[in-house]
């Protein structure tokens, strides 16, 4: 790996030379089976903690004398995909077999795309922290399978370097995919690593919105290889580029694009030549390291799949799938943080979270924009962080609204709420439900609250005296002993106006 030495300063790197980043991002599609083969599809999230290669089948393990069978609902995703991406559809299009060895690819080869993929000549708009707008060139979205997984035993960092063994599950063997290919990106300069995350974060909105995956980088439902190249200043021909893999987190894409320009940099300037390679990314140091020599399409040997026909998607349904878009993730953010009102870092944070879809249901559901933020970026985040999983594994954006409601009714305060959360969460029923099972609506009555009064003054008989000499704030002390004393179910705002009549009165 590469010393700190090893690097240009980025400011200087930025200042010699122009950073081109080319972006491919994998998309596990969401469908009940896989791309090929009537197994089920882990990428569905119907199947999460199957046990290794219990969701195969012979296709897909390769086996001989089996056939492939195109996914139908695959090829419909792919479509509402390159749609989304401002692509053209193409009229024709076919599958190639990607030849190559590895213990994860049962077959030898990978059925893909090559020359004729489903869509082609997008282009997405993407909307840095500072309101900069970048368009992106999509040359291509073609469909494949993806690849087995292979887990590495025996090292310290989980890679195949210092591993005694390791294990394949082919779980994972034949899920659709779909590979969103730009064109050279250019023009970015010293933003270039933040807008290589900007763009993916965008790539994962788009597919969120049209529901084709659950693009969860964590579980590897949406991956990122990272190409980048460096040319001095005024040139026109591109520099070697190098393909950094499998990137899974948006900070990960920004820290390795930015690496791999400060590391390039430093090559290019002691009169080095970058080598074109595949390189990893290692998360714990913050570094990337060389992979193997990176292969063209001669060293895949494609040629036409022979065993699947060409796709021949009628334009009736292309037109249905495009009158089916909802409205762009971009122009919906730009809309929603008018109409919600909020500032540009408060309204960033749900977005840099992931967490503006579920935010908006729950606001389109009755709850106020401040309120579906307070529990979705919150507690439910808290908790989620806490059991290592996705706030919207926890609860539903109605169930966070019905919360909310019950705070507006005043049927519970934000303390109890948290409660009702909790007795939800544990599978206890609806909001409601919870609240009336376990008792947890505010006590409003005010015979029970003058009650509490009461006998909280008999042992502070000095504060009505205070809040009558414009000492107001006296009252807060008699209003923790009622909340203690009725368990936090008492209406705190109606305890504050009895005690201040009763001050009144004396």
């Known amino acids: 790996m590469a010393a700190k030495a090893d690097l240009l300063d980025y400011e200087l790197a930025i200042q010699k030379y122009e950073p081109v980043i080319g972006l491919e991002v994998h998309v596990e599609l969401a469908t009940d089976t896989k791309m090929f083969s009537p197994a089920p599809n882990i990428a569905s999230g119907k199947y999460d903690g199957a046990e290794p290669n219990t969701l195969v089948s012979p296709v897909c393990l390769g086996l001989p004398g089996t056939l492939p069978v195109v996914n139908e609902q695959a090829v419909r995703y792919s479509i509402q995909l390159g749609l989304a991406l401002g692509c053209e559809i193409a009229e024709v299009s076919g ?14 080869y990978q059925i893909s795309q090559y020359d004729d993929p489903i869509a082609f000549n997008g282009e997405v708009e993407v909307e840095l922290e500072d ?17 087995g997984k292979l887990t590495h035993v025996g090292g310290s960092t989980g890679r195949i370097q210092g591993a005694e063994y390791s294990l394949v599950d082919y779980n994972r063997a034949g899920v659709p995919l779909v590979e969103i290919v730009t064109r050279p990106i250019f023009g970015g300069e010293e933003k270039t690593p933040e807008l290589a995350a900007a763009y993916v974060s965008t790539i994962r909105d788009i597919v969120r919105s049209i529901g084709v995956s659950q693009a969860r980088m964590e579980r590897g439902n949406l991956r990122c ?9 005024g040139t026109e021909a591109l520099g070697t580029r190098t393909e950094t893999k499998n990137v899974n987190s948006f900070r990960s894409i920004e820290r390795a694009v930015r690496y791999e320009i400060q590391r ?55 037109e249905e799938l495009r009158a ?121 009555d005010d015979g029970a609250l003058i009650a509490a009064i009461d006998d909280a003054l008999a042992k502070q008989p000095d504060v009505l005296a205070k809040i009558k000499d414009g000492k107001v704030q006296a009252a ?25 009549e009763r001050a009144n009165e004396a």
Do not use: C
């Open 131 to 147: 309101g900069t707008i970048f368009k992106v060139p999509i040359e291509r979205a073609h469909m494949e399978e993806d690849a």
């Open 225 to 233: 290889d990272a190409n980048v190249s460096l040319r001095p200043h």
């Open 264 to 318: 390039q940099a430093a090559i290019l300037e002691k009169g080095e030549k970058v080598i074109q390679e595949t390189r990893h990314w290692h998360e714990d140091t913050g570094r990337t390291s060389a992979g193997r020599p990176k292969s063209d399409a001669d060293d895949y040997r494609y040629f036409p799949e022979p065993d699947l026909m060409p796709l021949e998607p009628s334009r009736e349904l292309v």
């Open 95 to 108: 599958f190639a077999r990607k030849n190559y060895f590895y213990p994860d690819n049962p077959k030898n």
């Open 476 to 500: 807060g002390a008699v209003i923790g002993m009622v909340m203690k004393a009725m368990h936090g179910k008492a209406d705190a705002a109606r305890v504050r106006e009895l005690i201040l």
């Open 324 to 444: 089916a878009l909802p409205e762009a993730p971009a122009a919906m953010r730009r809309r929603l943080k008018g109409e919600w009102g909020m500032g540009d870092q408060e309204f960033q944070d749900i977005v840099n979270a992931g967490l503006l879809g579920l935010v908006n249901q729950t606001v389109e559901l009755g709850a106020s924009p401040a309120g579906a933020k307070k529990w979705w970026m919150g507690e439910l985040s808290r908790i989620a962080n806490e059991r290592q999983t996705d706030p919207s594994e926890l609860a539903t954006p109605a169930q966070v609204a019905e919360i909310e409601a019950l705070i507006s009714e005043g049927v519970v305060n934000d303390k109890l709420a948290r409660q009702v959360l909790e007795g939800v969460l544990a599978g206890e029923g609806t909001p409601r439900e919870v609240v009336d099972s376990r008792g947890l609506a505010v006590v409003s």
